[in-house]
């Protein structure tokens, strides 16, 4: 169903842990940006925030309306 060998999978407690495993392992560049929406939950944001340190554009996503 996942398409991927076994040793490919973790599984994690809370999601904002595996959220932050991800921001953290992912690769990013000078120049690079990462779109969050504003009004997340801080755990889904908090993750990407330090990774503007590196020079990637973290930008905010503000909608009229959710859905």
Do not use: H
């Amino acid at each position: 169903m996942l398409n991927c060998q076994p040793e490919e999978v973790a599984f994690v407690g809370p999601t904002s842990l595996a959220l932050s495993f991800i921001a953290s392992g992912l690769k990013f560049r000078r120049g690079d940006n990462i779109l969050i929406y504003f009004d997340d939950y801080p755990s889904n944001v908090y993750p990407w925030l330090p990774i503007a340190e590196l020079g990637v554009e973290v930008r905010m996503l503000n909608t009229r309306g959710l859905g």
